[in-house]
């Protein structure tokens, strides 16, 4: 036992190492390299958050991608000119627009799409597998739509225009959008909103596995085994589903807070369906419910597409086929080609949990 410890706690490490020193390594071969690393976090927060709603409450939802866009569009407009522009009594009390600081920001994200999180939950109690997920998905676009066409007769959002001129992040006194000289290493913008997303998902993932192991967590996993039995238990189904969607969309509000900081730009393209498959193809291919599985499935999935891209660049595909091969449909189809192989040899995710791989195993006779 003692030199099973003795193990993890040196995987911990070595993991941790890697971990803090991979952006300083990615920053020699260019600052393409670690944004492919910054949105990897960025992904992997969302889908400790879609985590929470399928893998631990089995809801099935396709338009965890609004919370995204709502966590994104409401950074942009609380730090952008945008509303003193649009808005004549608001420049008067705030000439240059409000650019509120990142600690009152990120909890109102996640304030912000927790209660709307419970608004769509509670229409949909009933509701379970194909019909929940048509009526999300539903969400999901209709918040899109908004977003897209709320710049008249009153512009809020700037339509497909999108908001510019956002803020990067600055914490005490540190501006994550200059780079960092430390006088014998300079740190670029890249980086330090590395080290920044790195330890929100340390401190998610600190949080999801408590829920995990947590009263609250087993609810979530009775209901999602056998709701009829959870209910007879004694567990209140209703508030736990409602809890289950609104403690998963706050990781999606905190992350497209984190989105538009780091873009400094934001419109309803970002925020399509398509997204939100990818955020549920990330949880169900690394390991439906399992930590270590839905985190290798974001990271995967976030940053094979464009690792596909640099290959191409690098190989020419297009001009080697004299312009019949485009090089961004050869990445999809080299995505969903290996999507599909994984799905079929691995039914239950790449690293799926302990409980589903002893449920595939034969019976002893």
């Not at 709502?70 to 608001?90: D, K, N, R, T, V």
């Not at 769509?120 to 009526?135: F, S, W």
Request: hydrophobic fraction near 55%; charge should be positive; charged fraction near 10%.
């Amino acid at each position: 036992m003692n030199i099973f410890k003795a193990q993890t706690k040196t995987s911990w490490l070595v993991t941790a190492v890697i971990l803090l020193l991979l952006p300083l390594l990615l920053q020699y071969m260019g600052n393409f390299w670690v944004r492919i690393a910054d949105f990897a976090l960025l992904y992997v927060l969302l889908a400790l958050g879609l985590n929470i709603v399928v893998g631990y409450a089995g809801l099935l939802d396709l338009g965890f991608v609004a919370f995204f866009a709502i966590g994104a569009y409401m950074y942009g407009l609380m730090a952008s000119p945008h509303l003193s522009e649009s808005f004549q009594w608001f420049a008067a009390m705030f000439p240059t627009g409000l650019h509120t600081s990142i600690w009152l920001v990120i909890p109102l994200g996640a304030l912000l799409a927790g209660i709307l999180g419970v608004l769509l939950g509670a229409p949909t109690l009933k509701l379970r597998g194909d019909y929940l997920a048509i009526v999300t998905l539903g969400f999901g676009e209709i918040i899109r739509v908004f977003l897209n066409n709320l710049d008249h007769p009153v512009n809020i959002t700037n339509g497909p225009k999108g908001l510019g001129q956002i803020d990067s992040i600055r914490i005490l006194g540190l501006n994550f959008g200059k780079p960092l000289d430390l006088g014998f290493f300079t740190l670029n913008s890249v980086t330090l909103y590395y080290y920044l997303f790195l330890i929100l998902v340390v401190i998610s993932v600190i949080i999801c596995h408590r829920l995990e192991l947590s009263r609250i967590g087993r609810a979530w996993m009775a209901i999602r085994e056998d709701e009829i039995a959870a209910k007879a238990m004694g567990i209140n189904t209703r508030n736990m589903k409602l809890l289950a969607f609104g403690m998963g969309a706050t990781f999606g509000g905190v992350s497209g807070t984190m989105f538009a900081a780091f873009q400094g730009f934001v419109s309803p393209e970002s925020f399509s369906l398509m997204e939100s498959v990818m955020i549920v193809a990330m949880v169900v291919l690394g390991g439906i419910g399992h930590l270590p599985g839905v985190i290798l499935g974001a990271v995967l999935l976030s940053s094979l597409p464009e690792v596909l891209r640099w290959v191409s660049g690098v190989f020419d595909l297009q001009a080697a086929t004299g312009g019949r091969l485009d090089a961004s449909i050869l990445r999809q189809l080299l995505i969903a080609l290996a999507m599909i192989i994984v799905m079929l040899m691995r039914p239950r995710g790449l690293w799926p949990t302990a409980e589903h791989g002893k449920a595939l195993q034969p019976a002893a006779k």
